[in-house]
């Protein structure tokens, strides 16, 4: 399965130069980083990053990350995954540019 983190233009140059990530700002204070489901990432744009220009959204397998993902509660009582230590770029699957249309982001139509 493919879980998808929304990533700003600099927080995804900064994993491609490291090679990993702990996250965004809001995932250094939460202590984990916030992934959504491909049926929750929409909702996750429109909240969260409204009307930002330049995202990139990047999808991970799941599975391989083990122990360290977590599902837990969070908006509405929905299951979102959790990871608990660093992303490493290798761990990416895909990534695409999540373009501005109206004012909503645009999401790859082959998304899972």
Do not use: C, N
Not at 30 to 55: C, M, N, P, V
């Amino acid at each position: 399965m493919l879980i998808y983190k929304i990533f700003r233009a600099p927080e995804w140059a900064e994993l491609e130069l490291a090679g990993e990530t702990r996250g965004a700002p809001v995932d250094l204070a939460d202590g984990f980083i916030h992934f959504s489901t491909a049926e929750q990432a929409r909702e996750t744009a429109a909240k969260h990053f409204a009307g930002e220009d330049g995202l990139l959204l990047a999808a991970v397998e799941a599975e391989p990350l083990g122990d360290a993902l977590k599902w837990e509660p969070s908006r509405g009582g929905q299951l979102f995954p959790h990871l608990y230590r660093p992303l490493k770029r290798s761990e990416v699957a895909w990534s695409k540019k999540l373009p501005l249309a109206g004012g909503r982001h645009e999401f790859p139509k082959d998304m899972a």
